[in-house]
């Protein structure tokens, strides 16, 4: 019988004690883990260490994954419970999405520039829209 | 009597200089749209801090949407997105 998969976006932070290497490995686990029970990573992300907008257990800073994943619904509160287990992660959340994004995402893309897309589009049309002004 | 229709007659003149007044005070304030709507429209996402900071206050409360003009729809999806955002400490909760 074929597993129905669903899309999912996870965000999972780790702790700011953790080297690149070691988050590097743990991610590799996961996607081992996922492609276990048929499910299929499409997209890894290493956003890198960000300061959090407020100390989450005391700690300032953590580092940040992002993970669109194909996987079967009834392994989500299995990784739930195997992620909440994990000394190394401070926070997660995992949502299931209509459709995943392959392009690279604005976390990521904030370590190198700072809004150019949106703000193009915005002052383009959107939002700071002005009448030409008729003589 | 005199002096009461001399000011009759200004008071009469008044509407009638004012009406050119009028017609350039009227200003079309244009409707502004949804951002997030229309095919063109912005892409709600929890990730993106700088989109979601336009539509939040300097407290770091959600702004109404009669203020952004944001529909009801967005909104939605928008107070949602920054709820996730806030829970990944990528924005705060109360900012000081």
């Known amino acids: ?135 | 009597m005199s002096e009461e229709s001399t000011i009759e007659s200004t008071g009469s003149a008044g509407p009638g200089t004012r009406m050119p007044t009028r017609s350039k005070r009227t200003f079309f304030k244009k409707r502004r749209s949804c951002p997030f709507s229309g095919p063109n429209g912005l892409k709600v996402d929890y990730k993106n801090i700088q989109l979601l900071q336009k539509f939040l206050s300097d407290s770091g409360k959600i702004l109404p949407s009669r203020i952004t003009a944001v529909s009801t729809k967005h909104q939605r999806h928008l107070s949602r997105a920054v709820k996730h955002a806030r829970f990944l400490a990528l924005i705060p909760y109360i900012a000081d």
Do not use: W
């Not at chain 1, 780790?14 to 029970?37: G, L």
């Open chain 1, 1 to 135: 019988m074929k597993q129905k998969l669903n899309n999912y976006e996870f965000v999972c932070i780790f702790t700011q004690d953790t080297t690149e290497q070691i988050v590097r490995s743990t991610v590799s686990e996961y996607t081992q883990k996922i492609k276990e029970v048929g499910g299929e990573v499409t997209k890894t992300e290493f956003c890198g260490m960000r300061t959090f907008a407020y100390p989450i257990d005391k700690k300032k800073k953590g580092y940040y994954i992002l993970l669109n994943l194909k996987m079967p619904t009834e392994f989500v509160r299995k990784f739930d419970v195997f992620l909440k287990n994990d000394s190394k992660v401070v926070r997660f959340l995992m949502l299931r999405v209509d459709e995943l994004d392959a392009k690279p995402s604005e976390l990521l893309q904030q370590r190198h520039n700072l809004d150019t897309v949106y703000k193009a589009q915005i002052r383009s049309g959107k939002i700071y829209q002005q009448q030409p002004e008729s003589a």
